[in-house]
């Protein structure tokens, strides 16, 4: 029967009680975004009655010691401030910790014993959702310690769930992401394993895909025969913040194109779903990757450029290049700016160029995709040397999340002089405020069982298919002449050329 108190109410989204296990809950990803995301639903009264949290890391801390933590990180970082006390108490009393290390079977022990204690007391059932916050030559151990504790339910359970959030980086190449996700799949069934990628929890991603289908006017023009070419710029204007030894390990291709920049891709180029479920978007989502035309060897030389910034200025002073930053060698050949030109070879795509960049240092922190239609075919409003620019649909990830359409409009005055100008929705004024972080929205999803937005184990493995080749390639030709820019500008020189060379030019942005 309906529950008439539910009647009217705006979500129906309500996941049943469980038990959310952070492993690695004493470092940085979960006192800077796991903790404040939990805390922001709990506030929206979106947690399940009953949830409850289980920290599990090394460090030694008592309960206690756990929730001052957890609550500075929340008070530090979570979008709404400051805190409300009243749903802090509730939330804190819901905070557990278990320390120990990984590869001890009494810790796991331990855990079960913590988490059969939650279950009796506030019915959360043996739901279990954990999160892998660990490096990831952790996860063997993790996964082999959790089944051998009798901590995975057998998917086909409907009394109860087991599933996992696992973080990337999803492997460094093809072979390893693949043994990764071949090591998860000893443990848990691939419909347990949840790959986060935050960009995919980004209201303006997912606002994407209501750009797309949700309008009867774009999907008609969204082809080879109306786009003349596509740009996604992931730029940041930091360096890497004290990660260099993280940064050494991965480079921007790692850390931004292999994952947020192809889901940007997939999401921009997919044919539309049969339906807004897990299998038909990532079926979809997968084709993307399968069509894009290989970059291998002298093909990746040609359309691929790497940069690394050198010292310059980031808002008027001067900071160091990437060679100088703390645990970077000072012989360093990782790149921390990448530009590609990419081709679907697909029905829809075929000869439209995608040109993507992606780094740090750059002049701004703006992640855009800009969609630029074709010239207009017939130049009837030349005639006095106005230049007619063609149109561009510009999806602006982050910040100052919203869609511009830049099109042309006559100059008030006696001559038919032409001036791009845009319509532009804009989220924050639209809809005031700033929406939920994406983290929320994924935890969530989890919690309910929805993988939607999370990147299935052939979407990982085709992405790397088509990156490491690129790296091979790289790893083949000379070593690059490297810092090739300077901090604060858009890059090396090359990028402008790679993109020039097509008689094109990046959007200013
Ligand atoms: N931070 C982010 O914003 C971010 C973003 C995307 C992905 N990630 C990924 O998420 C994971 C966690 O990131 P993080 O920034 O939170 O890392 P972190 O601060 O370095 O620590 C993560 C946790 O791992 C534990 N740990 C590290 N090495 C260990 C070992 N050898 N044995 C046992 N425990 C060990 C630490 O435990 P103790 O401190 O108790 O030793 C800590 O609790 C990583 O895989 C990272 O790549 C992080």
């Given at each position: 029967?309906?529950?008439?108190?539910?009647?009217?109410?705006?979500?129906?989204?309500?996941?049943?009680?469980?038990?959310?296990?952070?492993?690695?809950?004493?470092?940085?990803?979960?006192?800077?975004?796991?903790?404040?995301?939990?805390?922001?639903?709990?506030?929206?009264?979106?947690?399940?009655?009953?949830?409850?949290?289980?920290?599990?890391?090394?460090?030694?801390?008592?309960?206690?010691?756990?929730?001052?933590?957890?609550?500075?990180?929340?008070?530090?970082?979570?979008?709404?401030?400051?805190?409300?006390?009243?749903?802090?108490?509730?939330?804190?009393?819901?905070?557990?910790?278990?320390?120990?290390?990984?590869?001890?079977?009494?810790?796991?022990?331990?855990?079960?014993?913590?988490?059969?204690?939650?279950?009796?007391?506030?019915?959360?059932?043996?739901?279990?959702?954990?999160?892998?916050?660990?490096?990831?030559?952790?996860?063997?151990?993790?996964?082999?310690?959790?089944?051998?504790?009798?901590?995975?339910?057998?998917?086909?359970?409907?009394?109860?769930?087991?599933?996992?959030?696992?973080?990337?980086?999803?492997?460094?190449?093809?072979?390893?992401?693949?043994?990764?996700?071949?090591?998860?799949?000893?443990?848990?069934?691939?419909?347990?394993?949840?790959?986060?990628?935050?960009?995919?929890?980004?209201?303006?991603?997912?606002?994407?895909?209501?750009?797309?289908?949700?309008?009867?006017?774009?999907?008609?023009?969204?082809?080879?025969n109306h786009i003349d070419h596509v740009q996604i710029t992931v730029a940041e204007d930091i360096g890497v913040e004290g990660r260099g030894k993280f940064y050494e390990e991965a480079g921007t291709t790692r850390d931004i194109v292999q994952n947020h920049l192809l889901q940007?891709?997939?999401?921009?180029?997919?044919?539309?779903?049969?339906?807004?479920?897990?299998?038909?978007?990532?079926?979809?989502?997968?084709?993307?990757?399968?069509?894009?035309?290989?970059?291998?060897?002298?093909?990746?030389?040609?359309?691929?450029?790497?940069?690394?910034?050198?010292?310059?200025?980031?808002?008027?002073?001067?900071?160091?290049?990437?060679?100088?930053?703390?645990?970077?060698?000072?012989?360093?050949?990782?790149?921390?700016?990448?530009?590609?030109?990419?081709?679907?070879?697909?029905?829809?795509?075929?000869?439209?160029?995608?040109?993507?960049?992606?780094?740090?240092?750059?002049?701004?922190?703006?992640?855009?995709?800009?969609?630029?239609?074709?010239?207009?075919?017939?130049?009837?409003?030349?005639?006095?040397?106005?230049?007619?620019?063609?149109?561009?649909?510009?999806?602006?990830?982050?910040?100052?999340?919203?869609?511009?359409?830049?099109?042309?409009?006559?100059?008030?005055?006696?001559?038919?002089?032409?001036?791009?100008?845009?319509?532009?929705?804009?989220?924050?004024?639209?809809?005031?405020?700033?929406?939920?972080?994406?983290?929320?929205?994924?935890?969530?999803?989890?919690?309910?069982?929805?993988?939607?937005?999370?990147?299935?184990?052939?979407?990982?493995?085709?992405?790397?298919?088509?990156?490491?080749?690129?790296?091979?390639?790289?790893?083949?030709?000379?070593?690059?002449?490297?810092?090739?820019?300077?901090?604060?500008?858009?890059?090396?020189?090359?990028?402008?050329?790679?993109?020039?060379?097509?008689?094109?030019?990046?959007?200013?942005?």
């Amino acid at each position: 029967m309906d529950n008439p108190f539910r009647v009217g109410l705006e979500t129906e989204r309500a996941p049943a009680p469980c038990a959310f296990v952070i492993f690695g809950a004493s470092g940085d990803l979960a006192r800077r975004k796991l903790l404040p995301a939990l805390y922001n639903l709990a506030v929206s009264r979106l947690l399940p009655p009953g949830f409850s949290i289980v920290g599990f890391a090394v460090t030694e801390m008592s309960e206690d010691q756990f929730r001052a933590s957890m609550r500075e990180g929340v008070a530090q970082f979570s979008r709404r401030k400051p805190i409300d006390e009243a749903v802090w108490n509730d939330f804190a009393s819901r905070l557990h910790y278990v320390s120990g290390a990984f590869d001890d079977e009494a810790n796991f022990a331990r855990l079960r014993a913590k988490l059969d204690e939650i279950d009796a007391n506030n019915g959360t059932r043996e739901n279990r959702l954990y999160y892998l916050a660990i490096p990831p030559s952790l996860f063997p151990k993790v996964n082999d310690q959790l089944a051998r504790a009798g901590l995975v339910a057998d998917p086909s359970d409907a009394s109860r769930y087991t599933r996992i959030i696992v973080e990337k980086p999803f492997g460094r190449d093809l072979a390893s992401g693949d043994a990764l996700n071949a090591d998860l799949h000893r443990v848990f069934h691939e419909r347990q394993i949840f790959r986060i990628d935050h960009y995919l929890g980004k209201e303006t991603v997912q606002n994407l895909v209501a750009l797309r289908f949700g309008n009867a006017i774009f999907e008609p023009i969204w082809n080879r025969n109306h786009i003349d070419h596509v740009q996604i710029t992931v730029a940041e204007d930091i360096g890497v913040e004290g990660r260099g030894k993280f940064y050494e390990e991965a480079g921007t291709t790692r850390d931004i194109v292999q994952n947020h920049l192809l889901q940007l891709l997939m999401v921009m180029a997919m044919e539309p779903p049969v339906a807004f479920a897990a299998d038909e978007v990532r079926d979809e989502k997968v084709k993307v990757l399968r069509a894009l035309k290989p970059l291998v060897g002298e093909d990746a030389l040609r359309d691929t450029v790497r940069g690394q910034y050198g010292p310059g200025n980031f808002v008027g002073r001067p900071v160091p290049g990437y060679r100088e930053e703390p645990n970077v060698s000072p012989a360093s050949h990782v790149e921390t700016f990448v530009a590609m030109r990419l081709e679907l070879d697909n029905w829809r795509f075929a000869g439209v160029p995608i040109y993507i960049r992606a780094g740090k240092r750059l002049t701004k922190r703006i992640t855009e995709i800009s969609v630029h239609f074709k010239d207009v075919p017939h130049a009837l409003l030349r005639e006095d040397g106005a230049h007619v620019e063609p149109d561009v649909l510009a999806i602006r990830i982050q910040p100052d999340e919203g869609i511009a359409l830049r099109f042309v409009a006559k100059v008030p005055g006696p001559t038919m002089t032409l001036r791009p100008v845009a319509m532009d929705f804009k989220y924050g004024s639209t809809f005031g405020g700033s929406g939920p972080e994406a983290y929320e929205r994924l935890i969530l999803d989890a919690m309910l069982g929805d993988p939607t937005l999370f990147a299935r184990a052939d979407e990982v493995s085709a992405a790397w298919r088509f990156i490491t080749p690129i790296h091979e390639a790289w790893a083949s030709a000379p070593v690059p002449t490297f810092p090739s820019y300077a901090a604060g500008t858009w890059g090396p020189p090359e990028a402008s050329d790679l993109i020039a060379r097509d008689g094109r030019a990046w959007r200013r942005i």
